[in-house]
């Protein structure tokens, strides 16, 4: 099946930093989405991303389809950025299954 | 606001005690999706709903059912739950095809505590 590796695992940061996510992915996909978990547990969509970039604030993510990689850009970074972010992508379909990737831990220190 | 809502948010419930989650939504999307998410994992997919038609995944244990009456509501039932059965339970919805694409929608999740 289809492998989706995230990095990097975990990753530290001091509040005013910028980061970079990236999400590899082993065969083609349909759709791609990035999601930040709260440390509720929430999932909460942050990107739709089958190609091309997108901007959202702070927070911009890239799909390089053809190259089956995703970047996900975070700006001058806040202490509420912290908790896990996960990319997901689906393979096609009808139902849209998601394939959630490793996840990346994110710590923004003040 | 459109929403997906899951209850109870906390659920204790006891070794081989059979137990029940629920999910509602607003968004009026045909697809429904139960995930299963451990301790510092990723979440997996269980089983999802098209419309009515159920869609088991092929390593979700029998113990774990799941029911739809209705459009709006979905309902994941464990028989009898075991220890390692604990963890986050999330319900996402879609709607491929329709407005909003392909793009799945998560509730807040209900964590099941085991006995």
Do not use: V, Y
């Given at each position: 099946g289809i492998q989706v590796e995230q990095s990097p695992p975990d990753l530290i940061l001091q509040e005013g930093a910028n980061s970079t996510l990236r999400c590899n992915f082993s065969d083609s996909v349909n759709n791609l989405q990035w999601f930040h978990q709260n440390p509720w547990g929430q999932l909460i969509n942050l990107f739709y991303i089958p190609s091309g970039t997108k901007q959202n604030g702070r927070l911009s993510a890239t799909t390089v389809a053809t190259e089956r990689y995703s970047l996900l850009y975070i700006s001058?970074?806040?202490?509420?950025?912290s908790g896990v972010y996960f990319c997901a992508v689906d393979l096609g379909g009808a139902t849209n299954k998601l394939i959630f990737g490793t996840g990346t831990l994110l710590a923004v220190q003040p | 606001d459109a929403m997906v809502i899951q209850n109870p948010r906390y659920q204790v419930t006891q070794f081989g005690k059979p137990v029940t989650l629920s999910c509602s939504q607003t968004?009026?999307?045909n697809v429904m999706y139960w995930y299963q998410q451990k301790s510092s994992q990723a979440p997996k997919l269980l089983f999802h709903y098209y419309d009515k038609d159920f869609n088991n995944e092929a390593d979700t244990p029998d113990n774990f059912q799941s029911r739809r009456p209705n459009t709006s509501f979905c309902f994941l039932d464990i028989r009898s739950p075991g220890l390692g059965d604990a963890a986050m339970y999330l319900c996402a919805t879609s709607s491929p095809?329709?407005?909003?694409?392909y793009e799945q929608y998560f509730g807040p999740g209900t964590r099941l505590t085991v006995t």
């Open positions: 001058s970074s806040q202490t509420t950025d | 968004l009026n999307h095809g329709g407005e909003g694409g």
